[in-house]
């Protein structure tokens, strides 16, 4: 089974913080905000209520609710409380996914995005599929190619994952996409959509759209988010997937794995997801990205070597180092990573943590702006002066 390499590298980056290095960390996908204060009020009353014990694998009736209105209003499509499953974050759905609608040996084929989230491959190996990566193009803003998604499509195609805004990209998928990805995919009687949408609160230009709004594919697509990314509540752990006919598999799954999400985080969740204060906070936090996105990806295209697009959505930059690795003398990607760790004590992640590299992409390393401006300044200057001299 894959990994997650975030962590991996985490690991080696906290080494060298507890060594005494001035690090800046580019790394982790978390949102670098506290948590609004009236979901962490909401918590300590639950301690104090005697949260503490197990509910209903699918989640409590209230957050089931809250999530099912969340869909309903922001999704343009009516969700029934019946068809949502809570988990202990939006990740154990992936695998939950995958496992209820493949069966091993039998030839049944995944779709993913690469680069991409790494779970997808992880959970789909780890679940007897075969996972076929799509290849994202810059030329296209880090979208896949409809005509290579159609080559892809076959009887044997189970499930196509959707992450939009993407990990590690930042694209967005658009409207009228989505509507070509419906048409594509609904030929295909036995072939699911996995939606994760876990970034849905952070499109930076235009508007959020989902494919479960698409007419006819809400019954076969699978959406999921959670409080991590939306209301900066990542070690909470409580996720939200939605769909009528999968629910009471993905409850299943849930029994068998977790037993339930945390009891207190998930009242923790209906308060952030029903009030008002918790969403002031939530486009506190979203200006504050855009304003982080500006910042990183001017500086990034001031580095020599470097060529950052700037993304649509979610917290991270993309930018193409090819010409970079070429001055500095690196084989690839990796070696750029190490050696920017090694000599700037800037950490970021390559590309060969997301996938494969795709034919004629070149060489990219992914920067998360879930830091601070400072931070976020004060690395690209690093990087910048480095490059410079070693060039």
Not at 336 to 341: D, Q
């Amino acid at each position: 089974m894959g990994t997650e390499n975030s962590f991996v590298v985490l690991a080696k980056v906290n080494k060298l913080i507890a060594e005494g290095k001035p690090i800046i960390s580019f790394c982790i996908g978390q949102p670098d905000f506290r948590t609004p204060e009236n979901i962490n009020q909401v918590a300590i009353k639950a301690i104090n209520d005697g949260k503490s014990t197990y509910t209903a694998s699918d989640g409590i009736p209230e957050l089931k609710k809250a999530a099912a209105d969340y869909f309903t209003k922001t999704r343009k499509v009516h969700v029934t409380p019946e068809s949502v499953v809570v988990g202990s974050g939006g990740k154990p759905f992936i695998m939950y996914t995958i496992g209820s609608v493949t069966q091993p040996g039998q030839g049944h084929e995944v779709i993913f995005p690469n680069p991409g989230y790494p779970i997808y491959s992880s959970q789909t190996i780890a679940q007897g599929a075969k996972p076929v990566p799509l290849p994202l193009l810059e030329e296209k803003k880090y979208n896949f190619d409809m005509d290579d998604l159609k080559k892809k499509m076959n009887a044997n195609t189970r499930l196509l994952i959707l992450n939009s805004p993407q990990n590690p990209t930042g694209g967005v998928l658009s409207k009228d996409e989505l509507y070509e990805i419906a048409e594509i995919v609904k030929p295909y009687p036995n072939c699911w959509v996995y939606s994760d949408e876990v970034y849905s609160e952070l499109v930076f230009d235009g508007e959020f759209n989902s494919i479960v709004s698409v007419p006819g594919m809400q019954e076969r697509t699978v959406i999921v988010d959670s409080s991590s990314k939306t209301f900066a509540m990542p070690g909470w752990r409580i996720g939200y997937a939605a769909n009528e006919k999968l629910a009471p598999h993905l409850a299943r799954w849930v029994t068998n794995t977790d037993s339930c999400a945390t009891h207190l985080c998930q009242h923790a969740a209906v308060e952030a997801l029903n009030h008002e204060s918790s969403w002031a906070e939530v486009r506190k936090m979203k200006k504050v990205f855009d304003e982080r996105r500006n910042i990183i990806v001017d500086g990034l295209n001031s580095i020599p070597g470097f060529r950052c697009l700037k993304p649509g959505g979610a917290f991270y930059a993309w930018p193409n180092v090819t010409e970079a690795c070429e001055k500095l003398g690196c084989k690839d990607s990796e070696e750029l990573r190490e050696r920017i760790l090694n000599e700037t004590h800037v950490a970021v992640l390559s590309d060969n943590h997301f996938g494969t590299r795709n034919e004629g992409e070149g060489q990219h390393i992914r920067f998360s702006y879930a830091t601070s401006t400072d931070h976020i300044k004060e690395g690209i200057a690093r990087l910048k002066k480095w490059v410079e001299d070693n060039s």
